[in-house]
């Protein structure tokens, strides 16, 4: 806070599990309505001067940042990887990686955005909204702090972040950063912490005028409720149950293998996963055999192994969950064509989930209308294209989707689905493109100029151009 580590006002302290081997990292500080109260002072008295300050300025601070992260992408990779169980490899080539994206993205936004614009006589120009409350995920975490932290920064904002406490070291570290980077006292603070001892306060609090939030539809509708007396402005990336459409005319054995591998990776835990497959009813078995046999091919063990493809999920609390909705399918009468309850062989220590596979699976299921967050596929089938729209659209959510098969059919169907994301034929992210989700899902966009266009506010100075 306010450039300063300094003692919380409570003394509750909550261990961090490394989840592939269930021993505790360290103990951080749980952080209370009165860290929040610091916090959220010294983000208001920074932003007096920070939002004042240029475009050029802001330009020469994210390159330090850049500079610094660079320099430390190793060290964040691996407390990734011991917190949240991400393969080192992924936690380097993904996870890591993500946080410097979205870095340099907001850089390059910045580098080109116009702030003010004339319309007659009137000045048109955007400012920053303000002090910003952030609370970020443990699953893609310093994708998710970075996706903030960077355009807030660009905007000219300050903030107060609560990290996930599951998964909170990662962002310690980014803290260290901001500081040698020179990143001045009070822009960006710091406070660990739970949904309700920080995250509810932040959310109420009457000097935070935005609250950014990603994480699942149950605690976006606590964190709105929360903001919705203060009128302040709420972003939400939240939950997803993604349908991943397999035209008849696609490659069924290249693209069903390619998608369950994309299904699984990071053990299933993203908001945007491709977990509900939609392939040609006729085709069902067909289908099954070739997910059943990628499913079992994928290496599942010890993350700091090379040949590891998936690590545990994040936490006893995921692991239970995830069981418990494995067991709902076989009980709602679901086909297991690949693993199942339990761990894996030979992973008795950890949160380790087998990758599974379930088909003919209804959306009416559980497992088709839930989102798992674990490495578990639902193979769904359609009639003809119209059939595999409706099924996609019918849903509480509309985060992402995905289509493979003949260019035009695609993206005919794309314009159909109710989705802020659609993937064709194995596209990748874009961090330039805008992400966020329809409908329950959430509202607002992160990534890219739409992302930074969040953090700020639009004033209109008449006659200014008399």
Known sequence: MGGQWVAPRTDTTLEVVNPATEQPITSIAMGGAADVDAAVAAAKEAFETFSLTTKQERLDLLDAIIAVYGRRMEELADIISQEMGAPLSLARAAQAAAGFGHLATARAVLAEFEFESAMGTTLVTREPVGVCGLITPWNWPLNQIACKVAPALAAGCTMVLKPSEVAPLNAVLFAEILDEAGVPAGVFNLVNGDGLGVGAPLSAHPDIDMMSFTGSTRAGIEVARAAAPTVKRVAQELGGKSANIVLDDADLAAVVARDV????????????????????????????????????????????????????????????????????????????EAGGPGKPAGLETGYYVRPTVFSHVTN???????????????????????????IANDTLYGLSGYISGDADRAKAIARRI?????????????????????????????????????FLETKAIMGYNA
């Open 261 to 336: 591998g994309n299904m699984c990776t990071n053990s299933g835990q993203s908001c945007n996963a491709p977990s509900r497959m939609l392939v040609p009813a006729a085709r069902m078995d067909e289908a099954a055999a070739i997910a059943a046999e990628a499913a079992r091919n994928i290496t599942v063990g010890d993350p700091r192994e090379e040949t590891t493809r998936i690590g545990p999920v994040v936490s006893a609390t995921q692991y239970g969950r995830i069981q418990q909705l494995i067991e709902k399918g076989i009980g709602e009468g679901a086909k297991v």
């Open 364 to 390: 009416d299921m559980t497992i088709a209308r839930e989102e798992i967050f674990g490495p578990v596929l639902v193979l769904i089938g359609y009639e003809d294209d119209d059939d595999a729209v409706r």
């Open 418 to 454: 109710r989705t802020g994301n659609v993937h064709l034929n194995g596209a990748g992210p874009d961090f330039n493109a805008p992400f966020g989700g329809y409908r329950q899902s959430g509202n607002g966009r992160e990534w890219g100029a739409l992302g930074f266009e969040e």
